[in-house]
């Protein structure tokens, strides 16, 4: 993407700061039992919804849900830790790697999200996993809950693959884990809860809208714990924006193309604009918890469409030309 392209892209979230209207709309919930035998119809499903929505939810995923649920109650834990012992193990900006608190500032809101976060990118984090005498079992549960979700990614991508004519194993080679240039990211979200916010805070976001940076997006939610909301690409540019809630369901996970997947394939899969807005007086108002898988090309990887619409780039270099804009220097 060039740089008038990125400045473009910038000026379009910051129209999207307000509150807007809201909508419902269909997600697709898309079965991936039996993936192999199914990958025919699978791939159909997924096509269809990522040409289109952009967003689109797993069930009979594979990932097992004691996994996700001891991960959840892990990354609740880790927030727990005292601020002193999170803050030995800083975000070093531009690494996806480590824990920050209200650093991320979106050109949407120009405002800092009202969350905590902790981020791993495997290999980048020297010094950035809390000790087992601070948090017995972490690191363990983290490293298993990472690679079933790139597992799970992999799956997806390779039924792209298929759509794109790409080679079957592009996408598995270009986002492999065990090279040092893997930079796909689990980042583990703690939103603030608000009930002894004041009446101003609400006027924030947890998360201002934006659309993600990656490939593919997994996001685990709790139940419970909604604020998710999308709006899909075609009504974003210029016309009326409307809002869709994406609520929470047990053992589905929520899933959205991300921004370098949509440049790979020459804008034929769509990055969706989504936000978490904040809850409403009469709902739940404590904490929420998410966790979010980001598939992101190998920082080598180069980044080719099928037919060629944009310059080839790297995964390190589309990476570093977004990341840029979103945090506080
Ligand atoms: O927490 C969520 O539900 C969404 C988070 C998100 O969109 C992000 O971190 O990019
Ligand atoms: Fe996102």
Known sequence: MSTENTMAELAKESRMGAYGEEVHRDIPRID??????????????????????GFFQLTNHGIPQPLVD???AISAAFFDLPTATKEAMPLKPGTNAGWEYMAQVRPSTGTAD???????????????????????????????????????????????????????????????PLRPEYQSTLRLIHYLGMEDAKPEDFKFWRAGAHTDFDCLTL?????????????PFKDSEGRAI?????????????????????????????????????PKPEEYLG???????????????MLTGPEGKYEPM???????????????K
């Open 242 to 278: 409307a809002w869709t809630d994406v609520p929470p369901l047990d053992g589905v996970i929520t899933c959205n193309i991300g921004d370098m997947l949509m440049r790979w394939s020459d804008d034929k899969l769509q990055s969706t604009l989504h936000r978490v807005r904040m």
């Open 287 to 301: 904490p929420r918890y998410s966790m979010v898988y980001f598939a992101q090309a190998n920082t080598d990887t």
């Open 70 to 72: 001891e991960a959840f």
């Open 219 to 231: 996001l685990h939610q709790k139940t419970g714990q909604g604020g998710l909301q999308l709006c």
């Open 114 to 176: 009202r969350k905590e976060s902790f981020q791993i990118t495997l290999p980048r984090m020297d010094g950035l996993w809390p000790s087992e005498s601070d948090l017995a079992g972490f690191r363990a549960t983290m490293l298993a809950f990472e690679r079933h979700n790139w597992s799970l990614a992999m799956k997806v991508l390779s039924c792209f693959a298929d759509k794109l004519a790409f080679d079957p194993n592009l996408f598995v080679d270009g986002h492999d």
């Open 32 to 53: 991936m039992s039996d993936f192999r035998a199914r990958k025919a119809e699978i791939t159909e499903q997924l096509w269809s919804a990522a040409t289109d929505i």
């Open 314 to 328: 790297t995964g390190g270099d589309y990476i570093r030309m977004r990341l840029g804009a979103n945090y506080r």
